[in-house]
């Protein structure tokens, strides 16, 4: 909102708002008289960056857009402005533009239209498009410079203008996207440059001198390069030395943990905020030894972010980041030493062609039908596959890992196998009314049904269930009640009391 201050006719802020020019922009902005109390306006804004941006001066100058657009209409009463969120990010998660979205369904919300600065800083691809029904739905109009007012849905004109905003808004975002990693890819290959992000366990961050780019330079940006950490270095050598001997990674990660060797995050902990710091783990053994920025080079893109699809809300398209790794061919490694190694390449590529990892003796693989749907109740994981006596099954040892010693009593370690698991499935009764495909002699049928229809199987040392999406299914033990012959209605009706008073003995 714009600040009028109290003003006694003396000082410069006073008379400039007095001046002619200014009276009347005033004028100008008053509701009209068909409509004097004006149209209520929800002003949304947003602002990619928070490093490289102002929020003051990148919201006034999308506000003043607005508050022009709809002067002689109405008046801006509420501000909903999102900072530090890209356009690719669907409306239900920004944060100000979901708490816009809900204010939608309120009828008491206070504004009857909603306006924006600019298109780019609002919608991206079809989000208007997707947007449109809600807003018909609660009768809020959408008002845009591009289209010099509130947005006529009904027009053709209008609706092909839309389209192509969209479709100029998602080109803005991958030209600059390409150009950017296309000059990323430039700078680590042919000038072994550090890119930002958290240094490599081992190494710290020093000074590389002033950017090479002299307006950033001027600007006082400097470069950054790795150097060796004198604190944990030699711990990343232990750890290829070690691994070169033909030690386990589980051995490696217990023998740090037995002799308090600060791990990763907690060795870092300003740059970890988001990692316990407590232990190693296998997999951060595993991740130093798989890190080829310790020979010396400098390596980038080995991880890549994904936009997956999620649930719609409405008909909203929503996505959620996720990190993945990219195969070693998709890496970018500079053509020469950037940076101090702490292992010789020799030593790092010996030790990527060491598997400690059991093979069966017979070389026969190993099946496992419901691996992912069997899941621990004493502690909530997911149970793990183990081959026994020449058979499948799962276990949960409850957190417990070969990464460090056993210190303290934990629960029994939990184990069911796999055939028995699918003989209680196949012959419970009150789960096959409602799920009649359960009843199937082939395993395999079983288990694509069980994942096609998101159902998991809970269990621990004496009760083990199905959970649905609507109801849980108590199993009976192995071979508690098998229906292996149909009955005519007489002999069913005539073993009814004997069947319901079985059925309460349900093991538990």
Not at 104 to 125: M, S
Not at 313 to 327: F, K, L, P, S, Y
Not at 391 to 415: N, V
Request: aromatic fraction near 8%; proline fraction near 7%.
């Amino acid at each position: 909102m714009q600040y009028t201050p109290e003003l006694d006719g003396t000082d410069l802020l006073g008379w400039w708002i007095r001046q002619p020019n200014q009276r009347g922009r005033q004028r100008e902005r008053r509701p009209t008289a068909a409509n004097p109390s004006g149209i209520r306006f929800a002003f949304y804004g947003r602002m990619s960056t928070i490093d490289f941006q102002d929020r003051a001066s990148s919201c006034r100058w999308q506000r003043n857009y607005a508050e022009d657009l709809v002067a002689g209409h109405g008046r801006i009463v509420v501000e909903f402005f999102d900072e530090g969120v890209s356009r690719r990010v669907a409306w239900p998660d920004r944060p100000q533009a979901a708490r816009l979205l809900a204010a939608l369904a309120d009828p008491a919300r206070g504004f009857d239209a909603i306006v924006v600065g600019e298109y780019e800083r609002a919608f991206h691809g079809q989000q208007l498009e997707q947007l449109t029904p809600t807003l018909l739905r609660h009768g809020v109009q959408l008002w845009l410079p591009e289209t010099y007012g509130p947005v006529d849905f009904d027009n053709s004109r209008q609706l092909a203008l839309l389209d192509l905003l969209g479709v100029h808004s998602q080109r803005e975002v991958s030209r600059a996207r390409h150009r950017t990693t296309a000059a990323m890819r430039a700078q680590a290959e042919l000038q072994g440059r550090h890119l930002g992000g958290r240094p490599p366990y081992g190494y710290r961050l020093v000074d590389a001198g002033p950017h090479p780019n002299r307006a950033h330079a001027a600007w006082g940006r400097r470069l950054h390069r790795l150097e060796p950490d004198p604190a944990t270095a030699p711990w990343v050598r232990w750890i290829f030395e070690q691994r070169l001997a033909g030690r386990s990674v589980a051995s490696i990660a217990r023998a740090l943990n037995d002799a308090g060797v600060p791990c990763p995050s907690g060795a870092d902990p300003a740059r970890n905020r988001h990692r316990s710091g407590q232990r190693w783990m296998l997999t951060t053994v595993a991740a130093i030894l798989a890190n080829p920025r310790y020979t010396g080079r400098q390596v980038w893109n080995r991880q890549r972010t994904d936009h997956d699809g999620i649930e719609p809300d409405g008909t909203i398209t929503r996505h959620h980041e996720v990190q993945r790794w990219n195969a070693a061919p998709h890496w970018v490694i500079s053509r020469q030493i950037a940076h101090p190694p702490l292992v010789s390449e020799e030593q790092f590529v010996a030790a990527q062609a060491i598997h400690t990892a059991p093979t069966p003796a017979d070389g026969a693989p190993r099946h496992y039908l419901l691996a992912g749907l069997v899941c621990c109740a004493i502690c909530g994981r997911t149970m793990d596959s183990h081959w026994v006596h020449g058979r499948p099954g799962y276990r949960c040892r409850h957190g417990h890992t070969s990464s460090r010693t056993t210190a303290s009593p934990r629960p029994k370690t939990l184990y069911i196998r796999e055939d028995h698991l699918l003989d209680r499935i196949r012959h419970d009764r009150r789960l096959h009314r409602h799920h009649p495909a359960l009843r199937s002699p082939d395993p395999d049928k079983i288990a694509t049904h069980l994942r096609t229809n998101n159902m998991i199987i809970v269990g621990d040392h004496h009760t083990w269930t199905i959970e649905a999406e609507t109801a849980t299914y108590t199993l009976n033990p192995a071979g508690g009640i098998l229906a292996t012959t149909a009955k005519i209605p007489a002999q069913r009706d005539g073993d009814h009391a004997k069947h319901e008073k079985l059925s309460r003995f349900v093991w538990k």
